[in-house]
């Protein structure tokens, strides 16, 4: 038996909030921290998932700092899919956690296959 894919969130961005402005658009890359058959679509909207102090557990400052720096992204097709680079989860994350800034994320290149930290683009606003 073949089972088909299911279809790709291919829309356009979640509805724009009124109160927000656009800013810029750019892209940006990510790692993948899995590996294996991943369906992934050109177009396809991603979602980020930024660091949460939610929790207050308690950790050295270290470690803290190590766990705040780190932004995930997913698909609702195929789940986690990475993580940002460094760099751009460095500027991102306080800027959303202090809800200064939205941001909204697609794939660029269409993939069917992972590999572990295989570099992934993604076109982000």
Known sequence: MVVAPQPAELDEYPPDHREWVFFTKSYATGLSTCRGRKWLDAGEVVHFAF?????????????????????????????????????????????????????????????????????VLLYVR
């Open 51 to 119: 660091p949460s102090h939610e929790g207050r557990i308690r950790v050295p400052y270290r470690q803290a700092v190590a766990l705040a720096e780190i932004v995930r992204f997913s698909t609702n097709r195929s789940g986690e899919i990475g993580k940002l680079s460094p760099e751009w989860a460095r500027c991102l994350a306080p800027l959303v956690s202090s809800s200064k800034v939205m941001i909204q994320g697609k794939m660029v290149f269409p993939m069917m296959e992972l590999r572990l930290m295989q570099e």
